[in-house]
C-alpha cells in the first residue's frame, strides 16, 4: 500500500480501478485446512481420487474460501485513508460464484471503486466492486460488490 489519501483524495477515485492483489496460491492444503474450519469436507474438496472422476477433474476450492481470500487481497490493494481508526466489514450486496477455482491454481483480485458515502459519527462506507481472476482462464471465480465501513 501507498501513503495514506486524503478523504477527498479517496472519493476523487470513485469509477477507478483502485488495485490488483497479488497471485494467492489455492493449493490442497489451503482447501483442507478450509474444509476443517468450516467443516464441509464434500469430496469435490478434500478427495482427490474421487474428486477424478468429477468434470473437474481435480478438487475444487470451496466457494466460501475464494470469497474469504477478498481480505486478504484488500488489504494488499484497497487504498487507505488518512486518520483512520478502525475498519469493519459492513457486508456484501451481491455474490456470483462463476467458476471453480480447481486445487493448485493462483487466483487475484480486481477492486474497483464504485461508491463512496460519509455517514454519521465519522464513518465513510466504501463500494468496491471485486472481481476473482484465476490465472490463466477467461472466466472469473467470483463477481462481488463488498461495502467496508472505516472510522475516521
Not at 19 to 42: C, M
Amino acid at each position: 500500500m501507498g501513503r495514506a489519501l486524503t478523504l477527498d483524495e479517496f472519493k476523487a477515485k470513485v469509477g477507478e480501478t483502485v488495485g490488483t492483489s497479488d497471485w494467492i496460491l489455492v493449493d490442497q492444503e489451503r482447501i483442507d485446512k478450509f474444509a476443517d474450519t468450516t467443516g464441509d469436507h464434500q469430496f469435490i474438496h478434500v478427495n482427490p481420487e474421487l474428486a477424478k472422476q468429477t468434470p473437474f477433474g481435480t478438487t475444487i476450492a470451496h466457494g466460501f474460501l475464494t470469497l474469504s481470500l477478498m481480505s486478504l487481497m484488500g488489504y494488499q490493494c484497497m487504498p487507505v485513508i488518512a486518520g483512520v481508526k478502525m475498519g469493519v466489514n459492513y457486508g456484501l450486496n451481491r455474490v456470483r460464484f462463476l467458476a471453480p477455482v480447481k486445487s493448485g491454481k493462483r487466483i487475484r483480485g480486481h477492486f474497483h471503486l464504485a461508491d463512496v458515502t460519509e455517514r454519521a459519527g465519522g464513518a465513510v462506507q466504501s463500494t468496491y466492486q471485486v472481481t476473482v481472476e484465476i490465472e490463466g482462464e477467461e472466466k472469473p471465480a467470483l463477481s462481488a460488490e463488498w461495502i467496508s465501513l472505516v472510522y475516521l
